[in-house]
């Protein structure tokens, strides 16, 4: 069994794949990693979606593991799922699908589908021009976050509650041609709840950051173990099915009211700080996980040839 991780090949993420797949069977499994860079199609009549990466091509595998989104252009960016596309209706298995990427990178969209599906979220603004967005920081009560709509890790996410500093962020970014995302600031105490979604299964800490709003891993939070109760782990699973995400970290603050609230749905989560501070082998189960949904997709593929023999 092979599958194509499409992500970073000196990645924490990929070495631990490598050592959970070397220790579950070192027969059984391997994962050979690609990069985004290098995809490429070929398109012609008998195979529309014929797609390789450093000469690999997709059909090899059994299944391909997005680790990453990289930064590049519009046109890079949407070539890149469309290939992921074009290879899921050519009958291949992407994990998470090519929708639930673009539905996590874009933190409108996600949020707006959370709300839809009358899901918990923090009150939102998005708009185009200065004026619009200081009208909304005054409704916010000149306090908000100002975050950009693709992104992740708490990068480039600023709290401000200074109108002066607020026009001259809100015109920056206008002039940049941005898309001004402003949200309502949450006073969560420092700290928030991290649910990793895998398949049926959840395991979950808090995150804490006495120096910093922001929680994350990466920017100084720190995890510790967390019983989460049915209620947020059901709201981690809705909120992963909206997302389309059956690989997620959903991430939940409480209000002073206690009031959960969903702020992310992450569709490339990692699990390096939630492996230290459950004592539980992550990487492991994410490798069982993998082998048991290309095992379905497999079986699930050979009812459907063998219904079309029988039409």
Known sequence: MKIAVLGNPHSW??????????????????????????????????????????????????????????????????????A??????????????????????????????????NLPVPETFVC????????????????????????????????????????????????????????????????????????????SMCRNNSGDWRTNISLGGQGTPYDAPDEIIQLAKRASRVAQAEIAGVDIVFTPEQRPVILEVNAVPGWRGLTRVTGKDIGMQVVQFLENRVRQHQHSTELQEANHQNL
């Open 13 to 82: 993420y990929f070495s631990d794949l490598q050592r959970a797949a070397a220790r579950l069977d070192a027969t059984a499994l391997h994962f050979h990693s690609l990069p985004f860079s290098t995809i490429q199609a070929e398109v012609r009549n008998e195979d529309f979606a014929c797609l390789r990466s450093a000469n690999q091509p997709f059909g090899d595998f059994d299944a391909i593991l997005v680790r990453t989104m990289p930064p590049g252009s519009l046109e890079q960016v949407i070539f890149r799922m469309n």
């Open 84 to 117: 992921l596309h074009l290879h899921e209706q050519a009958g291949g298995l992407v994990l998470n699908c090519a929708r639930s990427i673009e539905i996590a990178v874009d933190k409108y969209l996600s949020l707006g589908l959370l709300a839809s599906n």
């Open 128 to 203: 185009q021009t200065s004026e619009d967005a200081m009208a909304a920081f005054e409704q916010l009560g000149n306090d908000a976050v100002i975050k950009p709509v693709f992104g992740g890790e708490g990068r480039g996410i600023t709290r401000i509650s200074d109108p002066a500093l607020a026009i001259r962020a809100f015109r920056m970014l206008e002039q940049l041609e941005g898309v001004i995302y402003l949200q309502q600031y949450i006073d969560h105490g420092g700290s928030d709840i991290r649910v990793f979604v895998l398949g049926d299964q959840t395991f």
